[in-house]
């Protein structure tokens, strides 16, 4: 463990978390707002649905563990949400079943502190023509269709509802660019920079809004190492110093 110690965000899902640093990813994007101020801690696991994750869920978030998350992002039920293959193998899990999973890894999560806070992403929409050209010598017969994605997005924040926890609609938000079938994905499934942008501006009004003390909020987190200093950069003036760390930060309004 390195020190000082900061807050920890551990971003947990199937791919989408464990694609998240490519591509102009949302987690390399939270990871360069919270320089400084907290570390973003990777936890995809590609292909994942929601029975696997539930299998190592105690590894992956010991009890037992000296530091416990602040914050954990969570992603799964797009794999979930596959049709089933009629060999009976693959990662599709019935609508119930998953939304019982979710409910399982959100109590756990929660479990680990009074302090570690959850956020919950719902399943996001698929381009199913693009889904289908890139991956169907891969996948074969298995399909995504838009609509279950639907169901599975709406079981989701029903979930969020009854358990009082903060969720991104995905499925929703994504939409809502006319152009987001090609602009937002890469594959029909995965984030563009473009689709990647929506989920961080979405992830940090509910951090901005969310009356959790302390805050999460990047601007609200101490940046480490920010007391002034010889050692910093000359102001103009000749009399001060410059912490050209908070200086080149705080202009950067993209995402207040």
Request: aromatic share 8%.
């Amino acid at each position: 463990m390195l020190g000082p110690c900061r807050p920890q965000i551990v971003l947990f899902g199937s791919s989408i978390v464990q694609f998240s640093f490519a591509n102009g990813g949302w987690g390399a994007t939270l990871a360069d707002i919270y320089a400084r101020k907290a570390d973003i801690l990777l936890r995809g696991y590609s292909g994942w649905n929601t029975r696997r994750a539930l299998e190592v869920i105690e590894k992956v978030f010991p009890k037992d563990a000296d530091i416990q998350p602040s914050l954990v992002i969570m992603y799964f039920g797009g794999n979930d949400a596959m049709g089933p293959h009629s060999s009976g193998l693959g990662p599709h899990v019935p609508l119930s079943e998953c939304k019982e999973n979710l409910r399982k890894l959100a109590n756990h999560i929660l479990s680990l502190s009074e302090k570690t806070r959850l956020i919950l992403l719902s399943c996001p929409p698929v381009n199913e023509d693009m889904f289908q050209s890139t991956t169907s010598g891969i996948f074969g017969q298995v399909t995504r269709s838009n609509e279950i994605c639907r169901q599975y997005s709406e079981a989701c924040i029903e979930l969020c509802k009854e358990m009082g926890l903060k969720v991104v609609d995905l499925w929703t938000s994504i939409q809502k660019r006319d152009d987001w079938a090609t602009a937002c994905l890469t594959d029909g499934v995965h984030f563009s920079s473009e689709g990647s942008d929506i989920l961080v501006a979405e992830i940090l009004q509910i951090l901005k809004e969310a009356e959790w003390e302390p805050s999460l909020h990047w601007k609200a987190l101490p940046t480490e190492f920010a007391e002034d200093s010889p050692y910093d950069l000359a102001a103009s003036d000749g009399k001060s110093t410059l912490n050209i760390s908070e200086w080149i930060f705080h202009r950067e309004d993209k995402w207040d």
